[in-house]
C-alpha cells in the first residue's frame, strides 16, 4: 500500500518553543489531512490541504502542502501545553483510501 | 455532529475466541474503516468499505474479517483473537470524494486485551 512517513516521532518542547512535524509519501497524493489525538482520545480532524503548494494557518498552527504533492509540514508557532498529543497526517489516494504517517507526539513542558 | 460509536471501551479476551468489534456511525457516510493503533507505527488500515457489503483489504487484513450489511454498521472479527492482536482499534467514516467533505470522523476506540 501507499507508504505515508512522518517524522519526528516524539518531540519534547519548552512551551513557548515552536515545533514543526514533516510527512513524507512515496505517491502523489489527492490531498493531504492533519489530525491532533489528545492523550487519551481519538484523532481529530484539523485541516485538509488540496492544493500544490497550498499554505493554511490556523491560529498558531501553520500547515503546508509541497509544491510536488508528496510532503506536507505542519508549524506550530510558540507552543503551549494545551498542544500536547500526537499529530497525524493522512494522504487520501484516488479510492478515498486514508493512509497516515506513525505521527508525532509532541511533550510541552511548562 | 457527527458521530462514530465502537460498541466497548475496554475488552478482554482469551486467545482462540472469536472477537467481534462493532462500530455505528450515523451520518450517512459511504466510507467506513477499521484501524489498529500501537506505538510507534501509528494508524494502520485493516479493512475498508465503501459501499453495503463491498470490503477492500487494507494493509494488516490477516487475522481479521469484516461485515457490512448496513450503511451504518461496520463489523470488525477476529477469528481466532491471537496475543499480537492486542491492540487499540478505531473505527472511522468519511464521504467519497478526494476534494470536499472527506474528513474522516472516529469513534472513541476499543482498547482491546488478549491473553
Known amino acids: 500500500g501507499q507508504q505515508v512517513m512522518q517524522i519526528p516521532q516524539y518531540q519534547h518542547v519548552q512551551e513557548g518553543e515552536d515545533f514543526t512535524t514533516y510527512c513524507n509519501s512515496s505517491t502523489t497524493l489527492s490531498n493531504i489531512q492533519w489530525y491532533k489525538q489528545r492523550p487519551g482520545g481519538h484523532p481529530v480532524f484539523l485541516i485538509q490541504l488540496v492544493k500544490s503548494g497550498e499554505v493554511k494557518k490556523q491560529k498558531r498552527l501553520t500547515f503546508q502542502f509541497g509544491e510536488a504533492k508528496k510532503n506536507s509540514s505542519l508549524h506550530i508557532t510558540a507552543t503551549q501545553t494545551t498542544d500536547v498529543g500526537t499529530y497525524f497526517c493522512?494522504?487520501?489516494?484516488?479510492?478515498?483510501?486514508?493512509?497516515f504517517g506513525s505521527g508525532t507526539k509532541l511533550n510541552v513542558k511548562p | 455532529d457527527v458521530k462514530v460509536t465502537q460498541s466497548s471501551r475496554y475488552l478482554v479476551k482469551r486467545t482462540g475466541e472469536k472477537v467481534f468489534l462493532e462500530c455505528v456511525q450515523d451520518m450517512d457516510h459511504e466510507n467506513m474503516f477499521w484501524y489498529r493503533q500501537d506505538p510507534g507505527l501509528g494508524l494502520r488500515l485493516i479493512y475498508f468499505s465503501y459501499d453495503v457489503k463491498m470490503k477492500e483489504k487494507g494493509d494488516i487484513p490477516e487475522g481479521y474479517s469484516v461485515s457490512r450489511e448496513k450503511k451504518e454498521r461496520f463489523s470488525l472479527i477476529l477469528e481466532s483473537a491471537s496475543t499480537n492482536q492486542t491492540s487499540m482499534y478505531l473505527c472511522?467514516?468519511?464521504?467519497?470524494?478526494?476534494?470536499?467533505?472527506?474528513?474522516?470522523?472516529f469513534g472513541q476506540g476499543t482498547r482491546l486485551t488478549v491473553v
Open positions: 493522512a494522504g487520501l489516494d484516488n479510492f478515498n483510501k486514508f493512509y
Open positions: 472511522a467514516s468519511s464521504r467519497p470524494g478526494t476534494v470536499m467533505n472527506t474528513e474522516a470522523f
